[in-house]
């Protein structure tokens, strides 16, 4: 989300506020803000606040019919470890733009967009966080869901440090580290030399950051196998076969090539299993929240004041 710095910013802007791509594209323009961190309302404060207000009316915007009279209903995905004031907060911004709320945690939406209700063990990467799920065929228990800080932004935050161990001279900011984090990620052996273009100095400048993006991609790789190898202990004996040959990926940071065969390798050599990624593992999340919405009745929604 971003607002016009100045009045020459809003002369050329000609909009209160950017969001998403737009507003990434006119950054130096722009109060830039990222309203979300580790999937929650990021410090709290009424700026932070705001801009995620802007967000949830952006994309109620997007789907407005027209009838005033009609319910703004909203599923809201959230962490497996998000805690109460974390939840509170997200309702608070939602307040006056939604008439009620549902708090879903992510991998569980994931489950229940591909019926996977039973017998699988989700495990949800976005940017923010790594969500775990046991799902037994029942709901989910605190037990059987966990966090990881460490996500897609951990990728980005190591990669950009290596670069700048390996590359002191080379110019570049989080945003391009980023995009190319994006179009290049791999874990396990490369396929293809990653060569960016970078400014050093007064000159443009190809430079090989294929070591670097590998070591950062697979900084996650442990700690989601040793979180994973902890749930499926819980797994009762009779159906932790099944579960291991059942782990599905999904969210964006699920993207980065070789990662799907670096967890059932992980498998095999503990036992035997697989993992396998979602077909969309952007949107996966956001169509199991539509099929819980559709499905919910009345009881389940939190009504909000406006």
């Not at 050329?12 to 803000?33: C, F, H, M, S």
């Not at 159906?239 to 498998?267: C, E, F, H």
Request: aromatic share 4%.
């Amino acid at each position: 989300m971003g607002w016009p710095v100045d009045a020459d910013a809003r002369e050329l802007i000609t909009k209160p506020v950017l969001v998403g791509r737009d507003a990434l594209d006119n950054r130096p323009l722009l109060d830039l803000r990222r309203p979300l961190e580790h999937a929650i309302v990021k410090d709290a404060t009424e700026k932070d606040l705001e801009a995620v207000r802007e967000l949830v009316r952006h994309l109620i915007s997007l789907v407005e019919t027209g009838d005033k009279k009609s319910k703004v209903r909203a599923v809201v995905g959230v962490p497996t470890g998000a805690f109460r004031v974390n939840r509170h907060n997200l309702r608070s911004a939602m307040a006056g733009l939604a008439d009620s709320v549902m708090m879903v945690s992510q991998p569980c939406a994931v489950a229940y967009g591909l019926e996977a209700l039973a017998h699988a063990l989700v495990i949800d990467i976005g940017a923010g966080t790594v969500d775990f799920c046991v799902m037994r065929g029942r709901y989910p228990t605190e037990e059987d869901q966990k966090t990881l800080p460490n996500a897609g932004d951990s990728i980005d935050t190591r990669l950009m440090k290596l670069i700048r161990e390996r590359h002191p001279d080379a110019q570049f900011s989080i945003h391009m580290v980023r995009e190319w984090k994006e179009q290049h990620s791999f874990v396990g052996e490369p396929k293809n030399r990653v060569i960016v273009t970078v400014p050093i100095m007064a000159k443009a400048a190809e430079i090989d950051i294929t070591q670097e993006m590998r070591s950062a991609c697979e900084s996650i790789v442990g700690p989601i196998c040793e979180t994973l190898t902890g749930l499926l202990v819980q797994v009762e004996p009779e159906d932790r076969v099944k579960m291991r040959n059942n782990v599905i990926l999904a969210g964006g940071t699920s993207l980065i090539s070789g990662l799907p065969q670096a967890i059932t390798k992980m498998l095999r050599d503990t036992g035997g299993g697989r993992a396998t990624a979602v077909i969309d593992p952007v949107f996966t999340g956001s169509d199991g929240s539509l099929a819980i919405a559709r499905d919910a009745s009345a009881s389940d929604w939190d009504q909000l004041s406006l």
